[in-house]
Protein backbone atom coordinates (compact mmCIF):
# COMPACT_ATOMS: atom_id res chain seq x y z
CA UNK A 1 0.00 0.00 0.00
CA UNK A 2 1.20 3.65 -0.35
CA UNK A 3 2.10 3.99 3.13
CA UNK A 4 4.76 0.98 3.30
CA UNK A 5 5.51 2.08 -0.94
CA UNK A 6 7.15 5.36 0.47
CA UNK A 7 9.86 3.76 1.26
CA UNK A 8 11.07 2.81 -1.71
CA UNK A 9 9.52 5.06 -3.73
CA UNK A 10 7.68 7.26 -2.75
CA UNK A 11 7.85 9.83 0.16
CA UNK A 12 5.14 11.56 2.08
CA UNK A 13 5.38 15.15 3.41
CA UNK A 14 2.35 15.79 5.25
CA UNK A 15 -0.75 13.84 6.88
CA UNK A 16 -3.20 15.52 8.66
CA UNK A 17 -7.13 15.42 9.14
CA UNK A 18 -9.26 18.65 7.31
CA UNK A 19 -10.35 20.68 10.18
CA UNK A 20 -12.89 21.82 8.45
CA UNK A 21 -14.74 18.34 7.30
CA UNK A 22 -12.30 15.54 9.26
CA UNK A 23 -11.09 13.72 5.88
CA UNK A 24 -7.89 12.95 5.74
CA UNK A 25 -5.81 15.17 3.34
CA UNK A 26 -2.24 14.19 2.54
CA UNK A 27 0.96 15.42 0.37
CA UNK A 28 3.48 13.36 -1.54
CA UNK A 29 6.33 13.28 -4.10
CA UNK A 30 6.37 10.31 -6.47
CA UNK A 31 8.09 9.43 -9.22
CA UNK A 32 5.64 11.33 -10.90
CA UNK A 33 5.99 14.13 -9.18
CA UNK A 34 4.03 15.92 -6.32
CA UNK A 35 1.06 14.22 -5.30
CA UNK A 36 -1.92 15.40 -2.81
CA UNK A 37 -5.62 13.80 -1.99
CA UNK A 38 -8.34 14.76 -0.03
CA UNK A 39 -10.01 11.64 0.90
CA UNK A 40 -13.76 11.22 2.07
CA UNK A 41 -14.46 8.48 4.30
CA UNK A 42 -16.62 6.52 2.01
CA UNK A 43 -12.76 5.96 0.27
CA UNK A 44 -13.44 8.41 -2.76
CA UNK A 45 -9.99 10.12 -2.96
CA UNK A 46 -9.86 13.37 -5.15
CA UNK A 47 -5.97 13.26 -6.43
CA UNK A 48 -4.31 16.51 -7.51
CA UNK A 49 -0.86 15.68 -9.34
CA UNK A 50 1.72 18.75 -10.09
CA UNK A 51 4.28 17.29 -12.50
CA UNK A 52 6.15 20.93 -12.73
CA UNK A 53 7.03 21.68 -16.30
CA UNK A 54 4.50 18.35 -17.72
CA UNK A 55 1.69 20.09 -15.87
CA UNK A 56 -1.12 19.07 -13.09
CA UNK A 57 -4.59 17.15 -13.78
CA UNK A 58 -6.77 16.05 -11.18
CA UNK A 59 -8.57 12.34 -10.65
CA UNK A 60 -11.01 11.01 -8.78
CA UNK A 61 -10.07 7.79 -7.20
CA UNK A 62 -12.83 5.32 -5.70
CA UNK A 63 -12.17 2.58 -3.11
CA UNK A 64 -14.44 0.81 -0.73
CA UNK A 65 -12.42 2.25 2.14
CA UNK A 66 -9.22 3.70 2.69
CA UNK A 67 -7.06 0.85 2.22
CA UNK A 68 -8.55 -0.26 -0.82
CA UNK A 69 -8.19 3.59 -1.95
CA UNK A 70 -4.23 3.54 -1.09
CA UNK A 71 -3.96 0.24 -3.39
CA UNK A 72 -5.87 1.93 -6.14
CA UNK A 73 -3.81 5.03 -5.73
CA UNK A 74 -0.40 3.12 -5.32
CA UNK A 75 -1.40 1.17 -9.16
CA UNK A 76 -2.06 4.41 -10.72
CA UNK A 77 0.80 6.12 -9.73
CA UNK A 78 2.57 2.68 -10.86
CA UNK A 79 1.03 2.70 -14.33
CA UNK A 80 1.74 6.49 -14.40
CA UNK A 81 5.61 5.55 -14.09
CA UNK A 82 5.89 2.84 -16.89
CA UNK A 83 4.36 5.01 -19.24
CA UNK A 84 6.54 8.04 -18.50
CA UNK A 85 9.24 5.25 -18.82
CA UNK A 86 8.25 4.14 -22.36
Not at 19 to 24: R, S
Not at 57 to 69: A, L, Y
Not at 79 to 85: I, T, Y
Request: charge should be negative.
Amino acid sequence: MLSEFNNDVCKRLKSEVDADCGCLEEEWETPVGFMSFHLLPQGIGEVFFDTGDAGEWEVTISGSDEMDFRRKLELYILDLGKRCDE
